[in-house]
């Protein structure tokens, strides 16, 4: 994998140690250590100067680590609630919307914000960037990776579970630079995620990184940037359902840099995340007061995934335990992890859209039910800022007003596969993308 990537506006640090270093185009690691460590930003710029809304999330480039801009990104929007506000007897609720809602000025084709990460990930690529983008995912990143990488022509294949490919659909047709991998019905991420990492042991092939990607940590913490340059001031709690808990770093880490900034105050704005029970991987951990992810069988971890709605929460193997990831970012933010059921989330969905206008998807659901909860218990009161990461939404909406097709997979593989079929595959799929190894 080569690059012309040449950035100027940032360093990358160690979390565990305070090293700094250059970034060389797709640093995932700190050089040099032996203890696992996420590595974060730190930006040139200490104060953030929001651009005009017509860059989409490019408008937050101070603290994005991109080289370049790609056409058709939209930014999270942010408004101050009422009708649920006023439900729930809340002066301060602040919803930071990622989807479709022309009228709040949000118009994210994939209905997500996983198009933050997509977006900022291949914007930190350079334009002569070799070989090809490795993503797994159970839905929504590989919809917007997709969409982004389809229209920006960077090769990618995607790797997600069979049952899951209902989240693969599209306004428009999908470019051959894009290809589609599963792992057979019955699977779940954590399967998917086994198979990309085999992929990427191939020379011509590159992992995305998921949470040590810089870039997808600081493009989801746009969430926040929206938030806190709209409210004018740092949130006291931050509600977001997690899987990876990616999402919730990246908000804690966003907060460290308007610290830093010195225009929006002090507090440090509580990690109020959720889960979709039973899959409670991150909440059993939490409650127990563990660092380390509690011990779950493969065949109980693939059961309780089938039972839950919010398929895009099930990652067995979170950010939470390494240095940096969601457990340091809770002990030191403060918060707590909620667990909310399919009929929780089902009623907070249905209140949503009836109290705010627009549909959203069962993981913002989740985060609106958890907020539910938390005001029903008294754990956040009335007078306090609260911003609440509706992470997608809209989709009823734009499919409603759009004909969408579905991606359908280039080959299904075995959970049990060898690497003879998997490279057999793979060249068949990308002998006309792919590089020899002499040329790489």
Known sequence: MTSDFKPTHYLLESIKTGQQFSDQGWTLDAPNEKEPTLIRTVYEEVQLHVKDASMGIF???????????????????TYKSEGLAKHLGLENLYITFSGYWPEKGVTMRTCSFKETEAY???????????????????????RAFARVCSDNNVPLLLCVPED????????????????????RSGSDYFDAIHLSNKICSLPDFYAEGGARNVARRDGMGTTVLSAVTHIGRIPDYYFQAVGSGTGAVAAREAVDRFIVDGRFGRNKM????SQNAPFLAIYH??????????PLKDDEARKQVEEIKAK??????PAYPIAGGLYDCMKDAGGDVIDVTNDELEEAAALFEKLEGNDIHPAAAVATASLIK????????????IMLNITGGGEKRFKSEHEVSYLKPNHV?????????????LNGLFQNTVKSNAQI
């Open 120 to 142: 900022t990930v291949c914007g930190r690529m350079g334009e002569n960037q070799k070989g090809v983008l490795v993503v797994a995912s159970a839905g929504n990143t590989a």
């Open 270 to 273: 509580k990690l109020m995340v």
């Open 59 to 77: 408008r937050f480039d101070d603290w994005l680590p991109v080289g370049r801009y790609l056409q058709g990104s939209s930014a999270p929007a």
């Open 164 to 183: 899951n490919l209902d989240a693969l659909w599209f306004d428009e047709p999908i470019n051959d630079n894009v290809r589609l991998v599963c792992t």
């Open 285 to 294: 951990a939490w409650k127990a007061d563990s660092r380390d992810m509690l």
């Open 413 to 425: 593989f075995d959970i049990q596969v060898t690497m003879a079929e998997i490279e057999e595959v």
């Open 374 to 385: 938390s005001v029903n218990e008294g754990s956040v009161k009335k007078d306090e800022y």
């Open 312 to 317: 895009v929460l099930s990652n067995r193997w």
